[in-house]
Structure formats: C-alpha cells, structure tokens
C-alpha cells in the first residue's frame, strides 16, 4: 500500500465520514483508471459498494476485473475492522493438506461479537489453482481465499 493510499484510507475512516464525498473521489479515481468512460452499469455498481459498505477506490479496497468490480482483501479486512469484528481465527484441515505436493485447505472462522459462534469459510490452493507468480506460496493463498469466503 502507497503512502497516498493509507492517508486516503484514514481520512475516509476518522469518525462519520461524507459517502458522497467518497463516493465522488471513486468516481474520479475510476474514470483516471478507465478513461473518461464510467459505463452506467459500472457507476450503479460503483454507487453501491460505496454507499453500503464505505469502500474506497484510492485506498485500494476494490478493482475492476473483467468489467466488473471487485473488492480486495484489504477492503474486506478493513470492512471488519470498521464493523469491529472481534476476531478471525485460522485453521488447516490437516485431513486435506499435502504439503509434498504444496495442496493446502484451510478453514477461517470470523468472530463479529463475542457472543458469536462465527461465520466459516474455506480456502484451498494447489499448484493447479494458483498463479506462476505465486507459486510456492499456496498455504498463504488458501488463508487469503478462507479469511475472505468467511
């Protein structure tokens, strides 16, 4: 994360925020990334993710892939932490794992309050599933893809 995008994250977070105001910065940030051309069906979506959930394009809390946005795992994490999530605990399911071939299945549980049981979540990676650019690095991947689907 740049310097820019941090300071971007906590000025949108320093007590109640302006949605509007985020959501113009979003639309600026996203017509800079895409050219002039914000599709409508892109700035319905854009409206959304902003409006409901707070996310900020500039904090790199989402993308777009393929037309479509997306939002990372910093905004994901960050969404919890603004919702005051009490805790994310990581586990592998040993039963499915096989380290010699760099197969990993892990299991995420998110903790909203401390009266929850939590909400759970998998996530695997193989050598098959993930990029050239990451491989080698599958448990670490098969915990992003858990802690996010939780």
Known sequence: MTEHQSRVGRENRKGPFDKE??????????????GETLIPRLTAHLKTL????GFSIQAGE????NANWYVTHTGLLRLAR?????????????SLCDP???RFVLKATVFPSKESAGFVGY???????VSLLVRGAEMRIAETR???RA
Request: glycine fraction near 4%.
């Open 100 to 102: 010699a071939v760099n």
């Open 21 to 34: 105001k985020l959501l113009q910065q979003n639309i600026r940030a996203a017509k800079r990334t895409l």
């Open 146 to 148: 858990a802690v996010n």
């Open 62 to 65: 989402m993308q777009i892939i």
């Open 50 to 53: 902003t409006r409901d959930f």
């Open 82 to 94: 603004r919702k005051r999530c009490r805790g994310i605990h990581v586990e592998a399911v040993d």
């Open 123 to 129: 996530g695997d990676a193989d050598p098959s599933n």
